[in-house]
């Protein structure tokens, strides 16, 4: 369970980035394949990038993954302020984004706040590619000697296609701006703890909960483990997707509503930048509160294969309740 994995960091300008396999005392699956990764650091960003590897590919581990984990470490402390990913050919031609499943970022030196006993999963995309960039002065924290981690997972059911690359970039604050720094807490109606896969209902699977022919709504109850204030909420989901919301039970209120933009039959795009929720005054969620994540899927009558849905967000919040709560502000 502990097997790492070391490899030569690639970098273009700037300090260099320490690969480090050390996982502290947290256990994380793992894969037993041989493909590349190179990091690179340059003008405040840390680019990570996959491949190339011929498609389709399976999916490996409890994380689901096409590619080895990497492992890596920065050269100094360093504040992230968003991120954005993309999939493309060796020779540089864009593809499809649904040809990406995922890409998870993970810091194995810091504890999970809202799935105890795992790393901190700090950032990530899927099909989405949904560029991040936090409320000015707001960052997530990568020290010096934290031990990083990626995970990638590309379409198993994609086209036949050769040289597949992926990408993953962070965007770092300048050193002179001072951050406040956030926690990153992930939710969703689905189960997003690994740790917790095996209470997976019969319908559930690495792809997501079974959407069945018609309207389909599914609602799972939530408790934060911490007070935060939440300044910027990442949306993920996909597969006939209509809707994810964070409702506020006790208070009655709707504090997240997410729409993607979709096909005529459905068929989930991308979700707009006005429907990502960031706001520097935030809203606060509570450890005494009752909440509910909501996901709303529509799958077209005449289609007789199931679907698989997720509805899933990763919050970034500062910690304790919001000075000034502003509510309206948090309804989208």
Known sequence: MYWMLVLM???????PAFADGGHDHHAVPTLKNQTTTTVTIKDDTVTLTFGPIDLPTSHDGDL????PKHN???PEDMYMVGYKSAVFTKEGKELPRNYLHHILMMNNTKPSVSCQGEPLFFAGAGLEMTEARFPDGYGVKLAKGDHLMSVVAFYHKAPPTKNVMASFTMYMAPKSKPVKEMEV?????NIVCYSKFGSRGADQTDEGIEIRPGVQVHTAP????????VKFAYPHGH???LMIALEDRVNKRTLLRTVPDVDLDGTFREFPPHQVYKDSHGFSVMQTGEYD????????LQKTEFQHGMGNYLLYMTPGACHTTDIARAIR
């Open 64 to 67: 689901a993954a096409s590619m």
């Open 72 to 74: 890596f470490q920065l």
């Open 293 to 300: 994540m909501v996901m709303v899927h529509h799958h077209p």
């Open 185 to 189: 807490y992930q939710v969703g109606v």
């Open 239 to 241: 597969d006939e997707l």
């Open 9 to 15: 960091i690639t970098m273009l300008m700037g300090a």
């Open 222 to 229: 939530l408790k934060f483990s911490m007070d935060g204030c």
